[in-house]
Structures are given as structure tokens and as C-alpha cells.
């Protein structure tokens, strides 16, 4: 298990253990954290999974797909560390790992 | 009704239908710090899962129960949501505000929410009832559609609908031949323009998917009990070991219809999702629902409606504002296509298409004078994001701009 900590806008903290093989949407949705509403459940369609991934960890959650950076160029309040939590696969390696959410997802 | 009907956070709700509307439902009361009882009635025996990967990562053995699922069995316990798996709700009294199942028990609630969903309409006609005449709604027709396909099997489609489109492309993911009988000139004649069906269609066909359009299905054939083909008008018969019918779909309205409350189309909602009973909410696929961007009430069937009618639902129970209003989305994925629908063409009077329809990567426009109704982008996430944002803010759009793929869409949408 992979310990995640997700950071509601209004600073509400949920430490979660994630089973590895889910990504970071489906660990918040699977355990009810509000503000992370994935309407088209991990597709990289909608862009409504949006995190703000802790400057510690960008590098150990990967890259971004050619689809996924262009689903964020069209999202609110982007910034370089956002990034589709559905596209971030959990590993032992992102044991630790901390992410903000955004104000709104829409 | 005459009394005054106030949110109350601790009210107890019961939720009929336990899709993904009813169990996103349970889901935001929660998260909104909703803290009366909530009792969950479902049909199936199974946990609200996700529909959509049915047809295509569930066909393909890309996804289990365990992924499908909304939230995990603990989740309910945990939540305090009590769980009525196949549990059937046969009527709804609104005066004594019960549901009463088939089990016999009956369930008092303080508010309902109705999220009984759609049917697989069924065709009427000789054969329908043999083995391997199947539909495709739930996890269990889903996997009698998976045993049916695989190497060297043949799946007879009947309908071109996106369902029909997605597991046609998932049959030959796995090796199985499949043929799309459709009763329009083109598939998806209902649901999207001639571009875009033309395109699916050379799409399909050049990955070996045979269509038969304008093609009435007159009979199921069999032998044994079980389907062996496909019989159209004019005797021409399509052999198949599996038929698949995705035809449509019917709201489930009866409970609501035999207590009462209006039903025109799906169940009659405003837009905090209250029907004509103050008391009684309707969600997602069964609820005919308003539309202020097209001025128009509507029936959708697709999970960012029930999402977004569960949010109006759980937020006006425990009384805090609504969810902000969303443009109605679709999304559908074939092969290596990743089709993204944003808004509804009503009312439109001209089409724009943007970008490469032969290297599969292009938008089709629909406006009504020089606003932004509708976007259906093929593998084109720019073109669907910023055409859902002009929709979402009604602001006129340069035609010229917006035909020219060599202006960003950022500047298009500026």
C-alpha cells in the first residue's frame, strides 16, 4: 500500500492508503474525497480529476501524455504541477506522496 | 403539497436504483455532511459500478469488478448507507412516504430520490427470446456478451448506436467478427451528424467490421434454442453465434408514473432534481430534466448528467447551493479513437469542420448564428475543451477563425 495524502482547497487533509495498480483519481473516489469528481471515470476525457502534485514528487509521478497536456491546457487554474490524477498510476514508489486539489473541478 | 418542504440534514433519504445516479447520490450526501439515515435500494446484485467500461474495457478483459465498482463494500458500511441489493421497489406511497418492495418490507423516507435509470428497449419480433439474443445495460449482460466473443466468433450488431459501434470494436479487439445492421442510411443517424457517421463508419470497416444499412431485422433465427442468425427483410440472413441489440433505451418511469407524479418523457425535474412532489427527487438516465442552455427539457443518458442531477439532489436535501450548471458531455472510445462530445446541435443552422477528417483528428461544429451549440471532436481534446467552454459562455464565435486549424483554439475561444 502506498500512503496519499490529498489536500482539499480549504486545507481538509485525507491520508489514505492506495493499493498500487489504482491511480491517484481512483484512490480519492474509491474513499469519497470530495473535490475530485473524474465524470468520465479515468479516460483522460473530461479533466474534472485535477490535482496540484507536491514539488517533491513531480519528478516520481512520470510524464504527461500528449492527450493529458492538452486536456490541461483547457482547465481552470492550471499550474506546472497540475496534473490529471487519473493518469498517475499508484506504485510503491509514490509512497509519501501528497497532492493538492483545485478550487473546482469545473 | 401544502406544507413547506425544508432541507433537512438529517432527514432520512432512501435512494431507488443503485446505478452510478443513485450511488453518486449516497456518495455527495455524505460528502456534503449529510448525517441522516440513507438506505440504498439496488435491482442487481451488485454494487453501483461504472457502466461505460462494460462495452469496452470489460469486454476486452481490461477491467474487473473490483475497478468497476463506485466504492468498495467497507465504503457503505463505513458511510452508514444501509445497501438493498436485488432489492425490486414494486410501488411508492406519497402519503404515508413509503416504497414498498417485493421482499414485503416497506421503507418510510423523509426524501426520495428515484434513479431507476433506462432499459434496453427490446425488439418485438420472432427469436427474441433465444440464447445469445443479448442487450448490453448491465455487468451480467456484459459478461454473457464477453462468453459469446473471441477468436474466430461472429457477433451480429443490430442498431449503429454508439453501444453497438463500441462493442463491435471491442469483438474485433478479440479476434471476432462483427457485422452493424442498422435501419438508417448511416449509423448514429440520431445521435450525431453525417460527418461524424461516415467516418465511423469507414473507420469500422477498415478494421473489418461489416455493416448492412438500411436493413430491417424481420427475425431472430435459431436452432437448439440458441441464435444462429440474423433474418432481414428481403431473406438475406446474417450468421452470427451472438446478437447483439442496442436499439435504445426506455426510462423507468412505472414507479414514479403509478404514484402520480408527472412523467412526460423520463420523470419531470426542476433544477434542484425535485419532481412535482416537493419530497421526491429523479436522477440521471429516467429523469426528463431542464436544459437552460437549449431553453428545452431533455432525457440524457450518460454519467456527467447523473453526476450532475445526483449533486442538485444531494445539495438540496442538506440545503447548500447547487452545483454550478454544466454543458451536457459524451464521450465514446473505439480502437484508437477518443470521441468527445460536448453539448446538444439543437436549434442549429450551420456545421463547421476543423482539422483532418482522413488522419482522424478533427472537430465538427454546430452553431446556431455565431454561437457555439454543440462539438463533436474525434481525437481533438482543444477543440472539445474550448468548444465546451463557448458553450458554457454563449459568446459569439469568428466562423473564420474557428474553420482554420492553424489559429489555436485558445485564440478562437479569446
Same mark, same amino acid.
Given at each position: 500500500m502506498a500512503k496519499i495524502t490529498y489536500i482539499e482547497f480549504d486545507g481538509t487533509e485525507h491520508v489514505l492508503e492506495v493499493k498500487p495498480g489504482l491511480t491517484v483519481m481512483e484512490g480519492a473516489v474509491k474513499n469519497n474525497v470530495p473535490g475530485i469528481d473524474a465524470d468520465c471515470g479515468g #479516460?483522460? #476525457?473530461? #479533466?474534472?480529476?485535477h490535482v496540484y502534485v507536491d514539488d517533491a514528487w513531480t519528478d516520481k509521478t512520470g510524464d504527461k501524455s500528449a492527450m493529458e497536456e492538452s486536456m490541461l491546457d483547457f482547465a481552470?487554474?492550471?499550474?506546472?504541477?497540475?496534473?490529471?490524477?487519473?493518469?498517475i498510476k499508484v506504485s510503491d514508489a509514490l509512497d509519501g506522496l501528497v497532492v493538492r486539489l483545485p478550487e473546482s473541478q469545473h | 403539497m401544502s406544507e413547506a418542504v425544508v432541507s433537512d440534514p438529517k432527514a432520512k433519504v432512501v435512494i431507488v436504483g443503485a446505478g452510478h445516479a443513485g450511488g453518486s447520490a449516497a456518495a455527495f450526501l455524505r460528502q456534503y455532511g449529510h448525517e441522516g439515515p440513507i438506505v440504498l435500494i439496488g435491482e442487481e446484485p451488485l454494487l453501483p459500478y461504472q457502466r461505460p467500461p462494460l462495452s469496452k474495457a470489460w469486454l476486452k478483459g481490461e477491467a474487473d469488478a473490483d475497478s468497476l465498482a463506485l466504492k468498495p463494500q467497507e465504503w457503505y458500511a463505513e458511510a452508514n448507507v444501509a445497501l438493498r441489493l436485488q432489492g425490486v421497489a414494486t410501488s411508492l406511497n406519497r402519503g404515508d412516504r413509503t416504497v414498498s418492495l417485493a421482499s414485503g418490507e416497506v421503507i418510510t423516507y423523509d426524501f426520495l430520490i428515484l434513479a431507476t435509470g433506462a432499459r434496453a428497449r427490446e425488439l418485438p419480433i420472432p427469436g427474441a427470446d433465444l440464447a445469445g439474443v443479448l442487450a448490453l445495460r448491465t455487468a451480467a449482460d456484459a459478461e454473457s456478451l464477453k462468453a459469446a466473443l473471441g477468436e474466430g466468433k461472429r457477433l451480429a450488431v443490430v442498431g449503429g448506436g454508439y453501444v453497438g459501434l463500441e462493442a463491435a470494436a471491442s469483438a474485433r479487439a478479440l479476434g471476432a467478427e462483427a457485422t452493424i445492421i442498422e435501419r438508417e442510411s448511416r449509423v448514429l443517424a440520431r445521435v450525431a451528424c453525417d460527418t461524424l457517421s461516415t467516418f465511423f463508419q469507414d473507420y469500422h470497416g477498415a478494421r473489418g467490421v461489416k455493416f448492412e444499412l438500411n436493413a430491417n431485422v424481420e427475425a431472430f433465427e435459431g436452432e437448439n434454442g440458441h441464435v444462429t442468425g440474423v433474418r432481414l427483410k428481403g431473406g438475406e440472413v446474417v450468421a452470427c453465434d451472438a446478437a447483439l441489440v442496442g436499439v435504445g433505451a426506455h426510462p423507468n418511469v412505472e414507479l414514479a408514473q403509478d404514484a402520480g407524479l408527472e412523467c412526460t418523457g423520463g420523470i419531470v425535474v426542476d433544477l434542484e432534481a425535485r419532481t412535482s412532489d416537493p419530497r421526491v427527487f429523479a436522477i440521471g438516465d429516467v429523469a426528463h430534466r431542464p436544459l437552460p442552455l437549449y431553453e428545452r427539457q431533455f432525457r440524457l443518458e450518460s454519467v456527467p448528467n447523473a453526476l450532475e442531477q445526483a449533486k442538485q439532489a444531494a445539495a438540496a436535501i442538506v440545503g447548500r447551493a447547487g452545483p454550478a450548471p454544466e454543458v451536457p458531455w459524451f464521450w465514446s472510445d473505439q480502437y484508437d479513437l477518443k470521441l468527445q462530445i460536448a453539448g446538444l446541435?439543437?436549434?442549429?443552422d450551420s456545421t463547421i469542420v476543423r482539422g483532418d477528417v482522413a488522419a482522424a483528428r478533427f472537430a465538427v461544429f454546430h452553431l446556431k448564428g455565431d454561437l457555439v451549440q454543440a462539438v463533436e471532436a474525434v481525437n481533438a481534446p482543444p477543440e472539445f475543451m474550448a468548444g465546451k467552454q463557448l458553450i458554457a459562455k454563449r459568446t459569439p464565435v469568428s466562423k473564420t477563425k474557428l474553420s482554420d486549424p492553424a489559429i489555436s483554439m485558445k485564440e478562437v475561444a479569446a
Amino acid at each position: 500500500m502506498a500512503k496519499i495524502t490529498y489536500i482539499e482547497f480549504d486545507g481538509t487533509e485525507h491520508v489514505l492508503e492506495v493499493k498500487p495498480g489504482l491511480t491517484v483519481m481512483e484512490g480519492a473516489v474509491k474513499n469519497n474525497v470530495p473535490g475530485i469528481d473524474a465524470d468520465c471515470g479515468g #479516460a483522460c #476525457a473530461c #479533466a474534472t480529476c485535477h490535482v496540484y502534485v507536491d514539488d517533491a514528487w513531480t519528478d516520481k509521478t512520470g510524464d504527461k501524455s500528449a492527450m493529458e497536456e492538452s486536456m490541461l491546457d483547457f482547465a481552470e487554474n492550471v499550474e506546472p504541477n497540475s496534473r490529471l490524477s487519473c493518469q498517475i498510476k499508484v506504485s510503491d514508489a509514490l509512497d509519501g506522496l501528497v497532492v493538492r486539489l483545485p478550487e473546482s473541478q469545473h | 403539497m401544502s406544507e413547506a418542504v425544508v432541507s433537512d440534514p438529517k432527514a432520512k433519504v432512501v435512494i431507488v436504483g443503485a446505478g452510478h445516479a443513485g450511488g453518486s447520490a449516497a456518495a455527495f450526501l455524505r460528502q456534503y455532511g449529510h448525517e441522516g439515515p440513507i438506505v440504498l435500494i439496488g435491482e442487481e446484485p451488485l454494487l453501483p459500478y461504472q457502466r461505460p467500461p462494460l462495452s469496452k474495457a470489460w469486454l476486452k478483459g481490461e477491467a474487473d469488478a473490483d475497478s468497476l465498482a463506485l466504492k468498495p463494500q467497507e465504503w457503505y458500511a463505513e458511510a452508514n448507507v444501509a445497501l438493498r441489493l436485488q432489492g425490486v421497489a414494486t410501488s411508492l406511497n406519497r402519503g404515508d412516504r413509503t416504497v414498498s418492495l417485493a421482499s414485503g418490507e416497506v421503507i418510510t423516507y423523509d426524501f426520495l430520490i428515484l434513479a431507476t435509470g433506462a432499459r434496453a428497449r427490446e425488439l418485438p419480433i420472432p427469436g427474441a427470446d433465444l440464447a445469445g439474443v443479448l442487450a448490453l445495460r448491465t455487468a451480467a449482460d456484459a459478461e454473457s456478451l464477453k462468453a459469446a466473443l473471441g477468436e474466430g466468433k461472429r457477433l451480429a450488431v443490430v442498431g449503429g448506436g454508439y453501444v453497438g459501434l463500441e462493442a463491435a470494436a471491442s469483438a474485433r479487439a478479440l479476434g471476432a467478427e462483427a457485422t452493424i445492421i442498422e435501419r438508417e442510411s448511416r449509423v448514429l443517424a440520431r445521435v450525431a451528424c453525417d460527418t461524424l457517421s461516415t467516418f465511423f463508419q469507414d473507420y469500422h470497416g477498415a478494421r473489418g467490421v461489416k455493416f448492412e444499412l438500411n436493413a430491417n431485422v424481420e427475425a431472430f433465427e435459431g436452432e437448439n434454442g440458441h441464435v444462429t442468425g440474423v433474418r432481414l427483410k428481403g431473406g438475406e440472413v446474417v450468421a452470427c453465434d451472438a446478437a447483439l441489440v442496442g436499439v435504445g433505451a426506455h426510462p423507468n418511469v412505472e414507479l414514479a408514473q403509478d404514484a402520480g407524479l408527472e412523467c412526460t418523457g423520463g420523470i419531470v425535474v426542476d433544477l434542484e432534481a425535485r419532481t412535482s412532489d416537493p419530497r421526491v427527487f429523479a436522477i440521471g438516465d429516467v429523469a426528463h430534466r431542464p436544459l437552460p442552455l437549449y431553453e428545452r427539457q431533455f432525457r440524457l443518458e450518460s454519467v456527467p448528467n447523473a453526476l450532475e442531477q445526483a449533486k442538485q439532489a444531494a445539495a438540496a436535501i442538506v440545503g447548500r447551493a447547487g452545483p454550478a450548471p454544466e454543458v451536457p458531455w459524451f464521450w465514446s472510445d473505439q480502437y484508437d479513437l477518443k470521441l468527445q462530445i460536448a453539448g446538444l446541435p439543437f436549434d442549429a443552422d450551420s456545421t463547421i469542420v476543423r482539422g483532418d477528417v482522413a488522419a482522424a483528428r478533427f472537430a465538427v461544429f454546430h452553431l446556431k448564428g455565431d454561437l457555439v451549440q454543440a462539438v463533436e471532436a474525434v481525437n481533438a481534446p482543444p477543440e472539445f475543451m474550448a468548444g465546451k467552454q463557448l458553450i458554457a459562455k454563449r459568446t459569439p464565435v469568428s466562423k473564420t477563425k474557428l474553420s482554420d486549424p492553424a489559429i489555436s483554439m485558445k485564440e478562437v475561444a479569446a
